[in-house]
């Protein structure tokens, strides 16, 4: 359980960094960096980098996952999830096959990152198409730019980050590798951190420049159609006046040439007029100019009535003058005009009141609102006026949407510029780009709106970037290529050092070859102390390998000692109990794969605290001596297994053996040791009995030595009760258990190998 517990806690270490690192990215990423509209740089991230760096693919991808939480609740897209998910786990990949983290990042934003990321923008989230290809830009620049800081951080902070249970090789590199793997993320980070600071303070300057133009020529637009729509009404207020104060004409002499020529007059000083029209109150035109526009007009629709017409009914309502909303002629040729029409303050015509005045009426192409803005500027921004109701007055042609037409666009809410929005609507053509929009407001109740597209501002911007992007790399290669050479200058020397070294000890050579010329100092310095100290290294090093020989051999000697009396028992010179212990398994394995028995046999000598007591302790010592070599000789096959088990008794375990044949060999045994004559150190004969206790059964019946021993001592202790000097034998079936007591009084067989030659007492026990 301890062990158990003590392997939970390791495991809980790096979940436990990667937590803790990843809460932090997760933190950092509520506070990017802004470049350019709503795109921003995110430098968080680089907790799931130093992850990589550290930990595997797992890890890694847990580590972005939490990272990009916080992104996800800014940005309300699950983007950061697949890309950084995937960012996380190819870098790690990587970095588990020796990579720098560096270069698997570099590696991966211009093989899988730039066109995910192209291709996530495009199909799944609605972002402005001048956006797109600078956002996927901005990803590989973002991405190199938190590579870099976490490199930096792992490589100026290393024991922060040197962690025991880290799951990434540890690589051994070379020193030309190290020194172009720290120029390129010292160069790579420096030309990222100084572009980010120098290019957002030009693009926020050319940003405000842009955004107060946009402004500027809103209120220079509204100001100049205020005035040129105030000019046109004076106008029309004006010659109203006029007529009103010379109404005779209108009243008792319709044909009069005073008022025709008065408004003949008026139309040449303002020619923007494409008609004149005076509307008497019988809701009839009476008088045009051109004069011959009347004539048309009832050549082609008739009696001209326009008491429904809104110039009539608003000039009707208005004690000043009424501009109409921008509709649609039929007296002028189905273009789309407006009207500034007022009511003349005169009497009936026919000498009766009536509840309608007569009403003087100008009319004004619509698209006569473009010699307001010049050609140079018409080309640099867009323009729109519409009318009170949100119908287009006038748009510029390049945007396609047509007079009459209601002006309708969405808000990109995702993206702003400045105090401007961007927008897209619907043109004839489908959805128009999108475009940067300033409203103004007329003084009649008209919009007039300024729009710069787009795209011209995101492709400054795209081309500054890229320009960025560019200048990295290119100090990237350098950085590499200045690298690569000093690290060659550096290490050439050293390799040419080396290899001088090894031709030395191959050939007792004693003079080193001439170093080429261009090392450094600090080499050629090296170089002639390694030459003046080499042979004294090769004199000293030949003594101590004649020592360390001598040594070997002494210490050789004295393992071999050791591992005698490790194993041996000091007196008798068969195995110790601790051998026994420690074999056992490997017997019984032999024993197992064989598919045969084995047998645990316990040898007890009979009153042995007597013989000690008559004969003296050193005759007991032989007496153990002799004994075992009697054991030795009966049980003399390799497998057999012979041991001191402790004071008098011994333990022998045999495998592959019968039932018989055990039986057999155990009498012999013990009927040699009662045999045998043993002398005291007066020379005074002795004899011993032995008492063996045997457990017989297949290797299957446990891979516990002390089962075994436990059931062996129990026939010892039988053989014991029963008048000691005999061979009690359990023998373990697959369904029963037999006890044996072989019979004291056995003969020996003829042929010793033949077996035993009578039977021996049985009876059956439960197991």
């Not at 008798?572 to 064989?594: I, Q, S, W």
Request: glycine letters at 6%; one cysteine or more; aromatic letters at 12%.
């Amino acid at each position: 359980m301890k062990k158990l517990s003590v392997k939970i806690k390791e495991q809980y270490k790096p979940l436990l960094f990667v937590a803790m690192v990843s809460l932090f990215g997760y933190a950092l990423n509520f506070y990017p960096i802004p470049l350019f509209n709503n795109i921003d740089l995110v430098l968080g991230n680089v907790a799931f980098v130093i992850v990589a760096m550290r930990f595997g693919m797992l890890y890694s991808l847990l580590s972005a996952l939490i990272v990009c939480i916080s992104l996800v609740e800014s940005t309300g897209h699950p983007f950061g999830f697949w890309l950084f998910g995937l960012e996380a786990v190819f870098i790690a990949w990587l970095r588990k096959r020796g990579w720098y983290i560096l270069y698997a990042d570099l590696l991966f934003w211009f093989v899988l990152g730039m066109p995910l990321t192209a291709f996530l923008l495009f199909y799944q989230i609605n972002m402005p198409e001048q956006l797109w290809f600078l956002t996927t830009i901005k990803q590989a620049f973002n991405g190199l730019a938190y590579a870099c800081l976490a490199g930096l951080v792992v490589y100026f902070f290393p024991a922060l980050f040197d962690i025991t249970y880290q799951q990434q090789p540890r690589a051994v590199r070379t020193l030309q590798n190290q020194l172009v793997y720290a120029s390129s993320l010292v160069i790579s980070f420096s030309i990222i951190t100084i572009s980010i600071f120098v290019s957002h303070k030009v693009i926020k300057s050319q940003h405000d420049i842009i955004q107060q133009n946009i402004i500027e020529r809103k209120h220079h637009f509204v100001h100049t159609t205020n005035n040129y729509l105030q000019t046109y009404q004076s106008a029309i207020e004006n010659l109203a006046i006029m007529l009103s104060a010379n109404a005779n004409w209108l009243n008792h002499e319709p044909d009069s040439q005073q008022g025709k020529v008065l408004i003949e007059k008026f139309h040449n000083k303002y020619p923007d007029f494409l008609g004149l029209a005076l509307v008497a109150d019988n809701k009839q035109v009476v008088y045009t100019s051109p004069a011959a526009l009347i004539n048309q007009v009832k050549e082609r629709v008739g009696t001209v009535q326009v008491g429904q017409d809104e110039f009539f009914v608003g000039a009707q309502v208005t004690s000043g003058s009424y501009i109409s909303k921008v509709f649609i002629s039929k007296y002028l040729g189905d273009k789309p005009i407006i009207t500034i029409s007022q009511g003349l303050d005169v009497g009936s015509s026919d000498g009766n009141n009536t509840d309608y005045k007569p009403v003087l009426v100008g009319a004004l192409d619509s698209n006569q609102f473009s010699s307001l803005i010049s050609a140079d500027l018409l080309k640099k921004m867009s323009y729109i006026i519409t009318d009170r109701v949100g119908n287009v007055v006038f748009a510029s042609p390049q945007l396609g949407i047509e007079p009459l037409k209601t002006f309708q666009f969405a808000s990109q809410s995702d993206y702003a510029f400045g105090t401007t929005q961007m927008v897209s609507f619907k043109t004839e053509q489908g959805n128009s780009p999108e475009y940067f929009l300033s409203k103004g407001n007329l003084k009649n109740g008209w919009q007039a709106y300024v729009l710069v597209d787009s795209s011209a501002v995101v492709k400054q911007v795209e081309r500054e970037y890229i320009l960025v992007f560019a200048l990295l790399i290119l100090a990237f290669l350098i950085a590499v290529s200045l690298a690569q050479r000093i690290g060659s200058e550096l290490t050439q020397p050293m390799v040419f050092i080396l290899k001088q070294l090894k031709k030395f000890d191959r050939n007792n050579k004693f003079e080193f070859a001439p170093l080429f010329k261009g090392a450094p100092q600090e080499v050629i310095l090296l170089y002639d102390e390694l030459q003046r100290n080499k042979t004294a290294i090769v004199e000293y090093q030949t003594e101590l390998e004649n020592k360390v020989a001598e040594r070997t051999d002494e210490l050789e000697r004295a393992n071999e000692k050791l591992t005698q009396l490790a194993q041996k028992d000091g007196l008798t010179g068969v195995f110790n109990r601790r051998y026994f212990d420690e074999h056992f398994g490997l017997h019984r394995k032999l024993a197992y794969r064989n598919l045969g028995n084995m047998a645990v046999v316990i040898i007890d000598l009979d009153h042995f605290k007597d013989v000690n007591d008559k004969h003296g302790h050193l005759s007991g010592d032989q007496c153990l001596r002799v004994v075992s070599d009697i054991m030795s000789e009966e049980f003399s096959r390799e497998t057999d297994l012979i041991a001191r088990f402790g004071g008098e008794e011994f333990i022998l375990m045999v495998t592959q053996i019968s039932e018989e044949n055990l039986c057999y060999k155990l009498e012999r045994l013990r009927r040699t040791i009662a045999a045998t004559v043993i002398y005291n150190e007066r020379n005074q004969p002795f004899h011993v009995t032995a008492s063996i206790g045997a457990l017989l059964a297949p290797a299957t019946f446990s891979d516990e030595a002390q089962d075994w021993i436990k059931i062996a001592d129990h026939k010892l202790y039988q053989a014991k009760r029963e008048g000691r000097d005999q061979v009690c034998i359990d023998v373990l079936g697959a369904d029963n258990r037999i006890d044996i007591i072989v019979d004291t009084t056995l003969n020996t067989h003829a042929d010793d190998s033949a077996g035993v030659d009578s039977t021996t007492q049985a009876s059956e026990a439960s197991d």
